[in-house]
């Protein structure tokens, strides 16, 4: 691995500190490099705060700020040149007297792409770009999906040793204590959480984040023809849920519980409509039907697939076919748990 590489491997793993509370904006990680010394570092912490660059900026030293002139900043993502919730970070670069700026990916942004490198060189600065490309544009990818106007979707479902997923109008546990505990943070990790029908009426999920620490995530359900039991929690408790059906009569007393009566009922169009409600990211969790809808149009992104060691079914509902990259594969008790990226 280069010294390139190594500072820019290091603004990823920065970058993946800001998890979830970016929202739209990307991930981001930058490092500030003065003779092989790391003399800065910092990442994008939440959306509408500060930037990686600025954050990098900011945690120099003051005995340190005469060696920026001769330091070379390492950003995993090309910075902004336009005014948002902050100003550009291009500028703050400009101004900083720093000559040398090493980028992994420039921003996918048609209307921004390369204009940061330009607009850098054009005042003498030295730019390289695409060092870890390959990582740094993974690092970007829920930013990608936000900037098509739909949620970054992660399909979650446990399967049994034999493949099954469950059995018909029965309610099975296929997985264990530890990966109950790792579905929730993938929860807490997540803007909503999606099941269909089926899945509300037969388990009565209550969808949050009760066994893990954060923030639970918008309940979303398709009741197409209101079937869902007006007892059934997701429906009942005090705790927000979107509905999403066809019924433009749909009867719910509740104002945390909101309705949308959708006419297209294309998965894109709904897919939308769920980013328009402030989620970002999104957690598809069954059953089977939901998931294979998913599949079948190629609207995943990634997929944490749950195997049992321990249960057998027989028979019953088979798992949804998934295929993707195996990125990582990991051991939680006697389950195992693959994680799939959508090639």
């Given at each position: 691995?280069?010294?390139?590489?190594l500072?820019i491997?290091r603004?990823?793993?920065?970058?993946?500190l800001?998890?979830?509370?970016?929202k739209?904006?990307?991930?981001?990680?930058?490092?500030i490099?003065?003779e092989?010394?790391?003399?800065?570092?910092?990442?994008?912490q939440?959306?509408?705060?500060?930037?990686?660059e600025?954050?990098?900026?900011?945690?120099?030293?003051?005995?340190?700020k005469k060696?920026?002139?001769n330091?070379?900043?390492?950003?995993?993502?090309?910075?902004?040149?336009?005014h948002?919730?902050?100003?550009?970070c291009?500028?703050?670069l400009?101004?900083?007297?720093?000559?040398k700026v090493?980028?992994?990916?420039?921003?996918?942004?048609?209307?921004?792409?390369?204009?940061?490198?330009?607009?850098?060189?054009s005042?003498?600065i030295?730019?390289?770009?695409?060092i870890?490309?390959?990582?740094t544009?993974?690092l970007?990818?829920?930013?990608v999906?936000?900037?098509n106007g739909?949620?970054?979707?992660?399909?979650?479902f446990?399967?049994s040793?034999?493949?099954?997923?469950?059995q018909i109008?029965?309610?099975?546990?296929?997985?264990?204590?530890?990966?109950s505990?790792?579905?929730?943070k993938?929860?807490a990790d997540?803007?909503?959480?999606l099941?269909g029908?089926?899945?509300?009426?037969i388990?009565?999920?209550?969808l949050?984040?009760?066994?893990?620490?954060?923030?639970?995530?918008?309940?979303?359900?398709?009741?197409?023809?209101?079937?869902i039991?007006?007892?059934?929690?997701i429906?009942?408790?005090?705790?927000?849920?979107?509905?999403?059906?066809?019924?433009?009569n749909?009867?719910?007393?509740?104002?945390?519980?909101?309705i949308?009566?959708f006419e297209n009922?294309e998965?894109?169009?709904?897919?939308?409509i769920i980013?328009?409600n402030?989620?970002?990211s999104l957690?598809?969790e069954?059953?089977?039907?939901?998931?294979?809808?998913?599949i079948?149009?190629?609207?995943?992104?990634?997929a944490?697939?749950?195997t049992?060691?321990?249960?057998?079914?027989?028979?019953?509902?088979?798992?949804?076919?998934?295929?993707g990259?195996?990125?990582?594969?990991?051991?939680?008790?006697?389950?195992?748990v693959?994680?799939?990226?959508?090639?």
């Amino acid at each position: 691995m280069t010294k390139d590489e190594l500072y820019i491997q290091r603004c990823i793993d920065l970058a993946w500190l800001g998890g979830n509370n970016v929202k739209s904006n990307p991930l981001v990680g930058a490092v500030i490099v003065y003779e092989d010394q790391i003399i800065g570092e910092g990442y994008h912490q939440k959306y509408g705060n500060h930037h990686a660059e600025i954050n990098a900026l900011l945690s120099v030293k003051e005995s340190d700020k005469k060696h920026l002139q001769n330091a070379t900043i390492y950003i995993s993502l090309e910075p902004c040149n336009h005014h948002g919730k902050t100003p550009p970070c291009v500028t703050a670069l400009i101004n900083s007297g720093i000559q040398k700026v090493v980028i992994g990916s420039t921003d996918p942004n048609p209307d921004m792409m390369g204009k940061s490198v330009n607009i850098l060189r054009s005042k003498g600065i030295q730019v390289e770009v695409g060092i870890c490309q390959k990582k740094t544009d993974f690092l970007i990818r829920k930013f990608v999906a936000n900037m098509n106007g739909i949620p970054f979707v992660t399909i979650k479902f446990a399967q049994s040793k034999d493949f099954f997923i469950g059995q018909i109008g029965e309610r099975i546990q296929i997985s264990g204590e530890g990966c109950s505990i790792f579905t929730h943070k993938l929860r807490a990790d997540n803007d909503g959480i999606l099941i269909g029908t089926k899945t509300a009426i037969i388990d009565n999920p209550s969808l949050t984040t009760r066994d893990y620490p954060g923030k639970s995530p918008l309940r979303i359900v398709f009741d197409r023809n209101e079937s869902i039991p007006k007892k059934s929690k997701i429906i009942c408790d005090d705790e927000d849920a979107l509905i999403l059906t066809t019924k433009s009569n749909y009867q719910i007393g509740r104002p945390n519980k909101k309705i949308i009566v959708f006419e297209n009922w294309e998965l894109t169009h709904i897919l939308k409509i769920i980013y328009e409600n402030g989620v970002h990211s999104l957690l598809v969790e069954g059953g089977a039907k939901i998931i294979k809808w998913f599949i079948k149009e190629k609207l995943w992104h990634d997929a944490m697939v749950i195997t049992s060691r321990k249960v057998s079914l027989a028979e019953g509902i088979k798992s949804p076919i998934i295929k993707g990259k195996l990125i990582k594969s990991w051991q939680i008790q006697k389950d195992f748990v693959n994680h799939i990226v959508k090639i």
